[in-house]
């Protein structure tokens, strides 16, 4: 068993070991095997870089990431010039539907509305602007109006992905679907097992919502 003390000090050279984060900036705090993250960064791509950092860590179960982001010096941009920045990226993600995506920018912190036909296109409309400099932050408001597809078809198709990935894992997690709506529960390894079970559901035709409740347990075989 691995105690706070030593996470701590794991999360701590892990953030050293990136070169996307300023380990100097960050505070790190373990409470039962759960990561705080204090103080500011120049950017929100970094603040979600340290936030990635502490999950990669083996025995971390949770991060609260508390750091603030405050642009300066060459990240400092204006409301107007981080608008036009994102419609650029939003343009040219070929997986996006820009001409359906509207955004509004307030003290750096971009609000993304409008309605796509996959959950994978909401997901890839975000992850375009995020890293764009003086994002402060992103509120996802778009909706997904995928056509009706029945529960147990959407379960299946998911169930069967998970299947084609790996036996051991889809054996491990519950699929439930509820008016488009995807739950997932059960444990998984890694964060990076994690990612790859969300991946395969933002796939899936009928998908409107995911809510992931998996949890990660280093003790699953």
Do not use: C, F
């Not at 409301?79 to 070929?94: G, K």
């Not at 602007?129 to 597809?149: D, K």
């Not at 699929?175 to 995807?182: K, N």
């Amino acid at each position: 068993m691995t105690s706070d003390q030593q996470l701590q000090q794991a999360v701590l050279r892990e953030l050293a070991w990136d070169t996307r984060v300023d380990a100097a900036r960050i505070g790190v705090t373990v409470t039962n095997g759960v990561v705080t993250l204090t103080g500011t960064v120049p950017s929100y791509a970094e603040r979600l870089a340290a936030q990635e950092a502490a999950h990669r860590v083996a025995g971390v179960l949770d991060v609260a990431n508390d750091l603030e982001v405050v642009p300066s010096g060459a990240l400092t941009r204006t409301d107007t010039a981080i608008a036009q920045a994102v419609r650029h990226a939003l343009e040219w993600d070929a997986l996006v539907p820009d001409e359906r995506i509207q955004s509004t920018v307030a003290d750096g912190w971009v609000t993304l509305e409008g309605t796509v036909d996959y959950w994978h296109q909401r997901v890839d409309a975000e992850r375009a602007v995020r890293n764009l400099a003086g994002v402060r932050g992103v509120t996802n408001r778009i909706v997904v109006s995928a056509p009706a597809v029945e529960a147990a078809k959407i379960q299946a198709e998911i169930e069967q992905a998970l299947e084609r990935r790996a036996e051991r894992t889809a054996k491990r997690i519950q699929v439930t679907v509820q008016d488009g709506t995807v739950t997932l529960t059960g444990r998984v390894r890694s964060l990076a097992e994690k990612r790859a079970i969300i991946g395969a559901v933002h796939g899936t035709p009928g998908v409107r919502a995911v809510h992931d409740q998996l949890v990660i347990d280093l003790t699953e075989a």
